[in-house]
C-alpha cells in the first residue's frame, strides 16, 4: 500500500483563527475513510486545501506525492458541499463538460445512474430540486475512475432512500486501487462501509484508527466512540 | 485546455448575445421596412419598431458589461467556482477565456450595431458609393503613407484590443481584490476599482513627465508636416501601447495570483 493523501504539519489560518492546526496525517491507498468532527472541526478545509480551492497558511498537503494543482485534480474526484451546477445547463450537457474535461470520466456510467434514480438528462438543472441536484452532482463524481475521491458530506441534503442509493452507489464505484475520504458528521449512516477513520476537532487530529480496531479492542462502534470522544 | 474552456465560455454566453444580435437586426429590419420613405415620414408603427430597436442596440451593450462582470464574478468565485477551479486547468487559462470571450462580444456587437445601422439608413446603391468610395480612400492614403499605412492599421488595431483587454483586465482585478473582504465584496470592488483606476492615472502621469514623453508632447505636428513626423508618432502611439499592456499584465498578475493562492470561496 502507498500513500495517497499526506499531511505535514498542515496549517490554515482565516486572519487569526486556525481552521486546521498543525494536522499531520497519511491515508494508504485502497481504502474508505471516514472524516469524522462536528460541524467546524476543519473537514471542509483539509478537503479544500486537498482540491486547491485554498492555499495552506503553512505546512504541506501532497496527493500521491504531489501539491494539489493540474495533476493532482486530474486523479481527484471532488463532491463539495455546496451546489455547484450553474442554473442555464441540461443534465447532458454538464455530462459532455465533465467528459471533455476530465480523461477518466466514464459518460455511460453517469447515463446509467441517471436512469436509476430516474433522472431525465434532457432536464435543465435549474428545475431541479437542491435533492436532485446533489443526486447528480454525486453521479458526476462517481462516474470518474479516480484514484481519490473526496466527498464532502455527500448525503447531507438527501432523503434516507437516496442515501442507501449513494452509499452503495459509492461501494459499487470504488476499486482496490482507489481511495474514498468521506466527511461528515453523520456517523452512523456510513458506518458500515468504513475501513478507517479519522476524527478531527477544532483543526486538529485526535485520533485515527481502523474500524476494525475500535470494534474489536475498544469493543465499540464508530458512533459510540465518536460520542464519547466529542461527549459536549 | 484553453480552446475547451473558450468553447463552454462561448456556449454559456452566446446562447444571450446570438439573439440579442439577431432581434437587433430583425427590428433594424422591420423598421427599414415600415418606414422605407426615410426618417422624416415616420408614423406610429415606424416610431415602434424604432424604438424597440434602439431599446435592444442599448441592451446589448448594456448586456456586454453586465455579462463581463457576471461570468468572471459568479462563474469563478461563487459556487460555481467549486467546479470551474477543481478542473485539471491553470487558473490563468479561466482569466484568458474569459477575457477574450467577453473581447469578442464587444466587438461581435459593435459590428452589429454597425450592419443594423446600415440596413436601416443606406439607400439603394449606397453600398457600392461606400465601396468605391472606400477604394479611393485607402488609395489616396497609401499615396500618402505607402507600405506605413499597413503598420498604422496594425497600430491602431492592436491599440484598440489592448486598450479593451485593459478595460477588461481593470474590472477583474477589482472583483478578484473585492473577494479578499469577507464581507461587503461588492463594495470592496467597486473601491478597488475607484483605487487602481486612480493609481493608474497617477502612473500616467508620472511616465509623461519623464523627459521621453515631455520631448513627444512638445512636438507640435502640422498637417502639411505629417510624413516627416510620422516617425514621431508612431511611436508615441507604440510606447501608448507598451504602456497599456504593461497595465494589463499587472491586472492580469493580480487576478491570477489572488485566483490561485488567495482563494476562499464561500
Known amino acids: 500500500m502507498s500513500t495517497i493523501l499526506e499531511c505535514n504539519d498542515l496549517t490554515k489560518k482565516f486572519g487569526s483563527k486556525e481552521a486546521v492546526s498543525a494536522v499531520n496525517l497519511k491515508i494508504e491507498r485502497g481504502q474508505i475513510v471516514g472524516l469524522l468532527g462536528p460541524n467546524g472541526s476543519g473537514k471542509s478545509t483539509i478537503i479544500k486545501l486537498a482540491n486547491e480551492l485554498l492555499t495552506p497558511t503553512s505546512g504541506t498537503i501532497l496527493i500521491g506525492g504531489k501539491k494539489p494543482g493540474v495533476a493532482t485534480k486530474k486523479i481527484v474526484s471532488y463532491l463539495p458541499e455546496k451546489t455547484y451546477l450553474n442554473d442555464w445547463m441540461h443534465v447532458n450537457q454538464i455530462i459532455e463538460l465533465f467528459s471533455d474535461f476530465y480523461d477518466d470520466f466514464k459518460p455511460e456510467k453517469a447515463y446509467d445512474m441517471l436512469k436509476s434514480l430516474n433522472i431525465n438528462p434532457n432536464d435543465r438543472l435549474k428545475t431541479m430540486s437542491k435533492g436532485t441536484k446533489e443526486k447528480v452532482q454525486l453521479i458526476l463524481v462517481m462516474s470518474r475512475e479516480a484514484e481519490l475521491y473526496l466527498l464532502d458530506e455527500p448525503i447531507g441534503g438527501v432523503d434516507p432512500a437516496a442515501r442507501d442509493y449513494i452509499l452503495n452507489t459509492i461501494l459499487r464505484n470504488y476499486n482496490e486501487n482507489s481511495t474514498v475520504i468521506i466527511s461528515t458528521h453523520l456517523i452512523s449512516d456510513i458506518e458500515n462501509i468504513l475501513d478507517y477513520v479519522v476524527f478531527i476537532n477544532q483543526g486538529q487530529v485526535v485520533l485515527t484508527s481502523s474500524v476494525d480496531d475500535i470494534r474489536n479492542e475498544k469493543g465499540k462502534s464508530v458512533d459510540g466512540l465518536f460520542r464519547e470522544v466529542f461527549k459536549c | ?266
Open chain 2, 1 to 266: 485546455m484553453l480552446s475547451k474552456l473558450i468553447k463552454y465560455e462561448i456556449k454559456a454566453t452566446g446562447r444571450i448575445f446570438l439573439p440579442l444580435f439577431l432581434a437587433l437586426l430583425m427590428f433594424a429590419g422591420i423598421t427599414r421596412f415600415i418606414s422605407p420613405l426615410g426618417p422624416e415620414k415616420f408614423d406610429t408603427p415606424a416610431m415602434i419598431s424604432m424604438a424597440i430597436y434602439i431599446s435592444i442596440m442599448v441592451g446589448m451593450f448594456v448586456m456586454t458589461f453586465i455579462m463581463m462582470i457576471q461570468r468572471f464574478n459568479k462563474n469563478l468565485l461563487t459556487d460555481e467556482g467549486y467546479l470551474m477551479l477543481t478542473l485539471p486547468v491553470k487558473p490563468w487559462k479561466h482569466i484568458v477565456s474569459k477575457l477574450l470571450v467577453s473581447m469578442l462580444w464587444i466587438v461581435g456587437s459593435g459590428i452589429a450595431a454597425i450592419i443594423s445601422i446600415m440596413i436601416i439608413a443606406l439607400k439603394k446603391g449606397d453600398l457600392t458609393k461606400i465601396a468605391v468610395e472606400f477604394a479611393t480612400f485607402h488609395q489616396q492614403v497609401y499615396e500618402y503613407l505607402g507600405t506605413s499605412m499597413y503598420l498604422w492599421s496594425f497600430e491602431i488595431i492592436l491599440g484598440i484590443l489592448i486598450t479593451l483587454a485593459s478595460g477588461i483586465m481593470i474590472v477583474y482585478a477589482s472583483i478578484a481584490i473585492g473577494h479578499l473582504f469577507s464581507r461587503h465584496k461588492m463594495l470592496a470592488s467597486f473601491g478597488a476599482f475607484i483605487a487602481l483606476s486612480s493609481l493608474s492615472k497617477i502612473l500616467i502621469t508620472l511616465i509623461s513627465l519623464t523627459p521621453v514623453f515631455t520631448y513627444f508632447s512638445n512636438i507640435h505636428i502640422s498637417s502639411n508636416d505629417f510624413i516627416g513626423m510620422q516617425h514621431v508618432i508612431q511611436w508615441a502611439i507604440a510606447c501608448g501601447i507598451i504602456f497599456t499592456g504593461l497595465l494589463c499584465a499587472a491586472y492580469f498578475a493580480v487576478t491570477n495570483f489572488i485566483l490561485s493562492k488567495r482563494l476562499n470561496l464561500e
